[in-house]
């Protein structure tokens, strides 16, 4: 018998009136583990690569995972196996490349602001190409080379000044953001970064914001990424590669952007209008390759009626789950066991910590009792990486699902944890 699964969710599904993830029960997990619990289904990690090779079969590609969508290293791991390079952000990031067995070669480092440091870091561990963000970058980075004896690979990200049509925290190609370089600038950048020591152009990137639901951003950004290709190698400089960044974004409140096979199809049809169908082709997805394959599995701690809302507080928080309060994210949030037709109750969804902000849902109609436990959906991305001790509440365990197999990928942080390294006058 096949089990619908819920929508955006492939590999997550209601068996009888339990909610399973692949082959296994989410409640099994929970009592094993305790909550908050993530768990996060393989399969549809793989499954969500897959819809990227196939929209680039044919074509040379470097998928690098954008890994501060989620950074846990058995999910580094796996990418890397799949034969992944990593979008890094910081030189953290470098070293949990490298703690999970990850190809440093593959590894792309964006970011506003890298250090000195992590520069050097970088150029140590023999990188595959800087994103550089801004012209003076490019002269540390130049400085920071010479000094130390490597040539540093670059490629200038440019800012198209595109409307991705997301959120306004987390688009990043427009003119009042503080990514990239100014497109009528690039061609000047380019120049500069060819003419200094350090330096070795080989390619050109842009990552025009987060969470895309439709093409048409893609399709305008390419466009004027391949003008400044056209008119940089007129200019005498060879682009070796080209890197589209990441930003599809995913389903998570009936949301419908294009499959990445789908979205890649229509762009490189485009990219071989225009002649460069046989290049170099970088990505850089993160959202889009582990969002719908987690969940965050949390307790009902309290049932607590009020005259203008009814509230059903969790186990679960924002130190856990920041997106509803950074971004008024939606998550959808399903019970563990489905209960009868009965008429259920209105709750705002909320968490222990000491904040108004710290919700996770609003205004969601749950059959559920103290005791009972519930899934946060879409929870692969951008929750982990992004959680904190806020309240000294120590960050969650994690579980990754294989078939049948759990494993249990993160322990549980316990208080002592949250504050070792401390220390009293
Ligand atoms: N590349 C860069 C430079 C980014 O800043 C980000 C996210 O902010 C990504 C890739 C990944 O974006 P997404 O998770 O939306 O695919």
Redesign the pocket.
């Known amino acids: 018998m096949t089990h619908p699964a819920l929508p955006g969710h492939p590999h997550i599904a209601y068996r009888g009136d339990a909610l399973f993830i692949e082959d296994v029960r989410v409640d099994d997990l929970a009592q094993a583990h305790g909550t908050p619990l993530f768990v996060y289904s393989q399969a549809s990690m793989q499954a969500a690569l897959a819809a990227y090779q196939r929209g680039f079969a044919g074509r040379k590609l470097q998928v690098?995972y954008?890994m501060?969508?989620n950074s846990s290293l058995a999910v580094l791991q796996f990418f890397a196996r799949q034969g992944c390079g990593f979008?890094i952000?910081s030189g953290g990031e470098l070293e949990r490349v490298v703690a999970a067995g990850g190809d440093v070669r593959k590894v792309i480092f964006?970011?506003v602001g890298k250090t000195r440091a992590e520069m050097l870091q970088a150029l140590q561990a023999g990188i595959l190409c800087f994103?550089v963000e801004s012209e003076a970058e490019l002269e540390v980075l130049s400085e920071v080379a010479t000094a130390s004896g490597h040539t540093a690979p670059v490629s200038i990200?440019v800012n198209p000044n595109v409307d991705p049509k997301t959120h306004p925290y987390?688009s990043?190609g427009l003119k009042g953001n503080k990514?990239g370089v100014a497109h009528e600038r690039t061609l000047a950048v380019y120049q500069r970064a060819a003419a200094l020591p350090g330096l070795q152009v080989v390619g050109i990137?842009f990552?025009i914001?987060?969470?895309?639901t439709e093409a048409t951003p893609y399709l305008d950004a390419t466009d004027r990424l391949l003008d400044l290709v056209q008119e940089i190698e007129a200019a005498g400089i060879p682009i070796h590669h080209i890197d589209f960044?990441?930003?599809?974004?995913i389903n998570y409140n009936g949301d419908t952007p294009p499959t990445a096979d789908a979205l890649w199809m229509q762009l490189l049809a485009k990219i071989d209008a225009r002649g460069y169908g046989d290049r170099q082709f970088m990505i850089?997805?993160?959202?889009?390759?582990?969002?719908n394959a987690g969940l965050c599995v949390a307790e009902v701690l309290y049932l607590k009626p009020g005259e203008e809302k009814n509230f059903c507080i969790i186990d679960a928080a924002m130190n856990d789950l920041p997106r509803p309060a950074m971004y008024q994210a939606f998550h959808g949030i399903v019970p563990l066991q489905q209960a009868g037709d009965a008429a259920a109750p209105v709750y705002d969804v909320v968490g222990p910590v000491c904040e108004s902000g710290d919700w996770i849902g609003r205004d969601r109609a749950l059959a559920v009792q103290p005791g009972d436990r519930l899934a946060v959906l879409s929870a692969g991305?951008?929750c982990m990486s992004m959680s904190s001790n806020y309240n000294t509440r120590g960050r969650a365990a994690e579980v990754l699902v294989d078939g049948p197999r759990a494993h249990l990928i993160r322990e549980r942080e316990t208080a002592q944890d949250t504050f070792q390294g401390e220390r009293l006058l």
Do not use: M, W
């Open positions: 690098c954008a501060k969508a979008d952000v964006s970011g994103n990200r987390i990043t990514f990137d990552h914001g987060s969470q895309i960044g990441g930003g599809l974004g850089e997805p993160g959202r889009s390759l582990v969002g991305a951008y």
